[in-house]
């Protein structure tokens, strides 16, 4: 569950730092930059299967045309592209799997997920510009500030049944070196313990961390990776909510409202869905479309 997006520099939105409860409703005139609080989101969710410059080709441009990812960037009115900046803080479900299917349990479950990205101009080394990763970071929420990251209205029941765990320090990080180069930092968080510390040089990196890890080295982080693969965009269709589902139908609700049935029955069922019945990112999403007005 998203419970906080803070952004800076993507798209016309600068210092924006929305909070979501349980139903959000996201209002505004036209043109203010609600769709673009969306396309963070599904950047983000994009980020975690494919590489950035891929999920960034990917985001939608108000003119349709996603030759030039400067798009993406806030620019001045030199055209100079500021830094984007990410801050995402969610609750992830204590136990699930990573990608081969392998179990995963969370050390602690309200995770704060930061990404820091430059647009890199062409050179005479590079001919195409290029996005670069300047930090990438994974740390925690302490069950003792959890109250004051979850302003909406809540039981502290609920609240201790989501955010557990403890933990010292960090999943990921990001430090400088005196070259004034960054190394990005996964540290281990396996219960067997005794994994090495691997580094990368942050602008080398073709994606983000986050989207390599495996449940056997990291399996909090593998819970935030799947967390954010499952943040979808809704466009739902009447048709397609009326439709019939057969049995072998898929259980997750797709992007048009389809195989609601099957859905409504698995959730009934009170059943998860395989890590091999998660949808592709694009096709099905809990974040419903913004309407304007």
Same mark, same amino acid.
């Given at each position: 569950?998203?419970?906080?997006?803070?952004?800076? $520099?993507?798209?016309?939105?600068?210092? !924006?730092?929305?909070?979501?409860?349980?139903?959000?409703?996201?209002? $505004?005139?036209?043109?203010? $930059?609600? +769709?673009?609080?969306?396309?963070?989101?599904?950047?983000?969710?994009?980020?975690?299967?494919?590489?950035?410059?891929?999920?960034?080709?990917?985001?939608?441009?108000?003119?349709?045309?996603?030759?030039?990812?400067?798009?993406?960037?806030?620019? /001045?009115? &030199?055209?100079?592209?500021?830094?984007?900046?990410?801050?995402?803080?969610?609750? !992830?479900? #204590?136990?699930?799997?990573? =990608?081969?299917?392998?179990?995963?349990?969370?050390?602690?479950?309200?995770?704060?997920?930061?990404?820091?990205?430059?647009?890199?101009?062409? /050179?005479?080394?590079?001919?195409?510009?290029?996005?670069?990763?300047?930090?990438?970071?994974?740390?925690?929420?302490?069950?003792?500030?959890?109250?004051?990251?979850?302003?909406? &209205?809540?039981?502290? @029941?609920?609240?201790? +049944?989501?955010?557990?765990?403890?933990?010292?320090?960090? =999943?990921?990080?990001?430090?400088?070196?005196?070259?004034?180069?960054?190394?990005? &930092?996964? *540290?281990?968080?396996? +219960?067997?313990?005794?994994?090495? /510390?691997?580094?990368?040089?942050?602008?080398?990196?073709?994606?983000?961390?986050?989207?390599?890890?495996?449940?056997?080295?990291?399996?909090?982080?593998?819970?935030?990776?799947?967390?954010?693969?499952?943040?979808?965009?809704?466009?739902?269709?009447?048709?397609?909510?009326?439709?019939?589902? $057969?049995?072998? @139908?898929?259980?997750?609700?797709?992007?048009?409202?389809? *195989?609601?049935? @099957?859905?409504?029955?698995?959730?009934?069922?009170?059943?998860?869905?395989?890590?091999?019945?998660?949808?592709?990112?694009?096709? @099905?999403?809990? !974040? #419903?479309?913004? /309407?304007?007005?």
């Amino acid at each position: 569950m998203l419970t906080r997006l803070r952004v800076n $520099g993507f798209k016309n939105l600068i210092g !924006v730092d929305p909070h979501f409860g349980p139903f959000t409703c996201i209002a $505004g005139a036209n043109a203010v $930059g609600k +769709s673009n609080l969306f396309d963070v989101i599904l950047f983000l969710e994009a980020l975690m299967d494919a590489p950035i410059m891929d999920a960034a080709m990917a985001v939608r441009e108000e003119k349709g045309s996603v030759s030039d990812i400067r798009h993406l960037f806030t620019q /001045t009115d &030199k055209g100079i592209c500021l830094p984007i900046e990410i801050e995402a803080e969610m609750l !992830v479900p #204590p136990a699930g799997s990573d =990608y081969l299917d392998q179990p995963a349990e969370a050390r602690t479950t309200f995770l704060v997920y930061r990404l820091d990205l430059r647009y890199r101009p062409p /050179t005479e080394a590079v001919s195409r510009p290029r996005i670069e990763l300047v930090e990438e970071t994974l740390d925690y929420v302490k069950k003792g500030e959890a109250p004051a990251h979850l302003p909406f &209205k809540h039981a502290r @029941a609920w609240r201790d +049944s989501v955010v557990k765990g403890r933990r010292t320090s960090p =999943y990921i990080s990001t430090e400088s070196n005196e070259d004034e180069s960054r190394v990005v &930092k996964l *540290h281990q968080d396996s +219960s067997t313990g005794g994994g090495r /510390t691997r580094l990368f040089q942050a602008e080398k990196l073709p994606r983000t961390v986050l989207s390599t890890v495996n449940a056997q080295e990291s399996p909090t982080a593998v819970l935030a990776r799947r967390e954010m693969l499952n943040w979808r965009l809704l466009q739902l269709e009447p048709s397609a909510l009326r439709a019939p589902d $057969g049995f072998d @139908a898929s259980p997750q609700l797709a992007a048009s409202g389809a *195989h609601l049935p @099957a859905t409504l029955f698995r959730l009934s069922q009170g059943l998860e869905p395989r890590a091999s019945e998660n949808p592709l990112p694009g096709e @099905a999403n809990h !974040v #419903p479309e913004k /309407t304007d007005g």
